[in-house]
């Protein structure tokens, strides 16, 4: 059974810093893209980054230039590193496995770790 175990979200400022981990469980990551995402109350949930099995990054243009995807293979585990954040940038934080042209998801979702942000 594959387990998805978030962690690292927290309180932040406007302009600070947060990097998010996220460690696989059950299945090897090596091979396959992993992407992160953001949940909000009363909204679906969105994609934020994502990085290929081997290179190749994509981000919304929201999180651009300000996100940074990354993955330890050998640590079966992605990271999320978030600079500049915003406001808009709060929410729970997910990891996961997109599917082509990053839609869809292969695993179920975990708990999620919670980012709150204050001005």
């Known amino acids: 059974q594959v387990q998805l175990v978030e962690s690292g979200g927290g309180a932040a400022q406007t302009g600070g810093s947060l990097r998010l981990s996220c460690v696989v469980r059950g299945v090897t990551i090596r091979g396959k893209a992993m992407g992160w995402y953001r949940q909000v109350p009363g909204k679906e949930r969105e994609f934020v980054a994502g990085?290929?099995?081997?290179?190749?990054?994509h981000y919304p243009d929201s999180v651009r230039g300000r996100f940074s995807i990354s993955r330890d293979n050998d640590a079966n585990t992605g990271y999320l590193q978030m600079n500049d954040l915003e406001p808009n940038d709060a929410g729970v934080y997910f990891c996961?496995?997109?599917?082509?042209?990053?839609?869809?998801?292969?695993?179920?979702w975990g708990q999620g770790t919670q980012v709150s942000i204050s001005s």
């Open positions: 996961n496995s997109p599917l082509g042209y990053w839609k869809g998801v292969r695993y179920n």
């Open positions: 990085v290929g099995p081997s290179v190749g990054t």
